[in-house]
């Protein structure tokens, strides 16, 4: 059975770091990603990881990071310099490879809140 469980959310002042983890267990998947969604918004993609290359939404580009560990088959986002507007529940999302891009995001984590206060 496949699962994404996600830890790392919590509170933060602006400007500050935060860490999110994505456990997968039950299979290897080349596409990664985590998405946000804040109340009252639509769930927007914030970074992709396919196989090595990465891709960030503008919103957080220079600020974000992820990454995989293979061996622990763990992706993190690093974030950084975080802003109030980051709030939102954070999700881990998998996809399988295809030969230019990711599939569609069929497995997912069930959340981790991060709030950032002013």
């Known amino acids: 059975q496949v699962r994404l469980v996600e830890s790392g959310g919590g509170s933060v002042k602006a400007g500050g770091s935060l860490r999110l983890s994505c456990k997968v267990s039950?299979?290897?998947?080349?596409?990664m990603a985590w998405f946000r969604q804040a109340p009252g918004k639509e769930r927007d993609e914030v970074a992709r990881l396919r196989s090595i290359s990465t891709r960030y939404a503008d919103s957080v580009a220079g600020r974000f990071t992820i990454s995989k560990d293979n061996d622990k088959n763990t992706v993190y986002l690093q974030m950084n310099s975080l802003k109030p507007e980051d709030t939102a529940m954070y999700y881990c999302?998998?996809?399988?490879?295809?030969?230019?891009?990711?599939?569609?995001?069929?497995?997912w984590g069930q959340g981790t809140q991060v709030t950032v206060s002013s």
């Open positions: 999302a998998a996809a399988l490879r295809t030969e230019d891009d990711c599939g569609d995001w069929s497995i």
């Open positions: 039950g299979y290897y998947y080349s596409c």
